[in-house]
């Protein structure tokens, strides 16, 4: 009798185009969003001890504690965002740096902040690797946003805050859209921004998700 297919047996590329189908399906339709999910190395981002497992649709431990996001999650997030070729956008919280990479196929320029050093650094030697020359590295709180580079096109935030994100929708252009999980417990909502043009925005929650917390000031661990 034939062994059952065993889908953890197939190469990296069946893998990859067996993600992006299922991306696909599940509603991240931007042709734009789905290129640069398959045009970005998960495997760049993933700790080896997960490398088998970069190709699936799940969040992974990386270092102090942090999690790499789930790729539906970065694509969902990613279209949320409507981004132009043009845009300058602000990311909190660089991880892996796989978001980060991802968006930056999409836009002029990512700033990114993270409050680990060792991720940072990390990360910053990926976007190195990678050629990724329009990504600015900060090592900070992000909850602050980046009040020097300030206005943005769009920000993303990849950690959960535990409320309405004043301090950085305060460093949005009037017409631009901010997207991150809000939220104090376990499961959060996904927010989504829109700048009204005259200082107000329009509100839509997208789904639950589960991220790590926004923490206050930068780590003091590495
Ligand atoms: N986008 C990342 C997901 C990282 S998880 C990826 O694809 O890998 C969220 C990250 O936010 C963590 O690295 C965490 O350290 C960072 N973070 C949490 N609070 C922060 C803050 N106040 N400022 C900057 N980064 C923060």
């Known amino acids: 009798m034939a062994k059952p297919h065993d889908p953890s047996k197939d190469n990296p590329e069946t893998r990859r185009a067996r993600l992006i189908l299922s991306l696909r399906s599940q509603g991240v339709s931007d042709p734009g969003v789905l290129a640069a999910l398959e045009q970005t190395p998960r495997e760049l981002f993933t700790p080896d ?10 969040a992974l431990p990386i270092a102090c504690g942090q999690t790499i996001s789930q790729p539906f999650i970065v694509g969902l997030m990613t279209q949320a965002l409507t981004l132009e070729p043009r845009c300058r956008v602000l990311e909190i919280g660089t991880g892996s740096g796989y978001q980060t990479a991802v968006l930056s196929r999409l836009s002029r320029l990512v700033y990114t902040v993270e409050r680990y050093r060792t991720l940072l650094g990390e990360a910053e030697q990926r976007f190195k690797a990678l050629g990724l020359g329009n990504v600015i590295t900060r090592f900070g709180d992000g ?28 460093q949005l252009k009037p017409s631009g859209v901010l997207v991150a999980p809000v939220g104090r417990g376990p499961v959060q909502a ?6 009204d043009g005259e200082g107000g925005f329009r509100e839509e929650v997208l789904c639950d998700v589960r991220f790590v917390p926004l923490l206050e000031g930068v780590a003091r661990e590495l």
Do not use: C, H, N
């Open 143 to 170: 909850a602050e946003g980046w009040p020097e580079q300030a206005p943005f096109d769009r920000i993303l935030v990849t950690a959960a805050a535990p409320g309405e994100p004043k301090a950085l929708l305060a």
């Open 49 to 58: 001890l997960f490398m088998e497992r970069a190709w699936e649709d799940s």
């Open 190 to 195: 996904l927010k989504r921004y829109a700048g």
